[in-house]
Nanobody
Framework: QLQLVESGGGLVQPGGSLRLSCTASGSSLDIYSIGWFRQAPGKEREAVTCISSSDGSKYYEDSVKGRFSISRDYAKNTVHLQMNSLKPEDTAVYYC???????????????????WGQGTQVTVSS
């Protein structure tokens, strides 16, 4: 059974960087499409970025385009989320999720994914 564990969260100053990792056990991540989602207090969970295992397409939410990047590390069965130029509004619990999605050209939603990690807190504050 696929299990996902996020790591790499923490406290960072505005303008700083963090790299989140989503490491899988129980199955190879190669066959799964992966999404990173976040949920801030009092707000709904939203998709940050997703990558398809089928056509390699990626989706980025508008507010993170040019600042965040999703990538796979096949050797470590891990997907990374590189976050640069962080802003206070990026503060949230970040979750990774796995599912079977053919393409991300139309975006992604949490209903596309069936396996979820426990989340990691990211706080951007001076």
């Amino acid at each position: 059974q696929l299990q996902l564990v996020e790591s790499g969260g923490g406290l960072v100053q505005p303008g700083g960087s963090l790299r989140l990792s989503c490491t899988a056990s129980g199955s190879s991540l190669d066959i799964y499409s992966i999404g990173w989602f976040r949920q801030a207090p009092g707000k709904e969970r939203e998709a940050v970025t997703c990558i398809s295992s089928s056509d390699g397409s990626k989706y980025y939410e508008d507010s993170v385009k040019g600042r965040f990047s999703i990538s796979r590390d096949y050797a470590k069965n891990t997907v990374h989320l590189q976050m640069n130029s962080l802003k206070p509004e990026d503060t949230a619990v970040y979750y990774c999720a796995a599912g079977f999605v053919f393409t991300m050209l139309g975006g992604c939603t949490d209903t596309d994914f069936g396996s979820w990690g426990q989340g990691t807190q990211v706080t951007v504050s001076s």
